[in-house]
C-alpha cells in the first residue's frame, strides 16, 4: 500500500467540508467576505511556508552533494595506499 505525500487527512476533509458547507449555507454577503478574505490570507501563509521548505531542503541537499565531492576529490587527490602483497 502506497501512501499519497499530498493526501488530505481526514481532519482537512472535515474542515474542507464544513467550509463548504458554510459558504453554500450562507446567505450574508459580509460574512461571505471574510471568509474568502481570511482563506486567502490562509493560502498565502501556506504557499509561503512551503517555498520556504522547498529552499530549505533544496539547500540541504545541495550541501550534502558538496560535501560527497569534496570527499571523492579528496581521495582521488591522495590515491589509496595499498598495503605491500609480498612481491
Request: net charge negative; proline share 3%.
Amino acid at each position: 500500500m502506497s501512501i499519497d505525500p499530498v493526501a488530505r487527512r481526514l481532519e482537512q476533509s472535515f474542515e474542507a467540508e464544513r467550509l463548504s458547507r458554510f459558504i453554500q449555507d450562507c446567505q450574508d454577503i459580509e460574512q461571505l467576505r471574510e471568509t474568502a478574505l481570511a482563506l486567502v490570507q490562509q493560502l498565502a501563509q501556506q504557499k509561503a511556508a512551503s517555498a520556504w521548505m522547498a529552499t530549505r531542503a533544496s539547500e540541504s541537499e545541495n550541501a550534502k552533494l558538496e560535501m560527497l565531492a569534496r570527499v571523492i576529490r579528496q581521495q582521488t587527490e591522495t590515491p589509496e595506499q595499498s598495503p605491500d602483497r609480498g612481491m
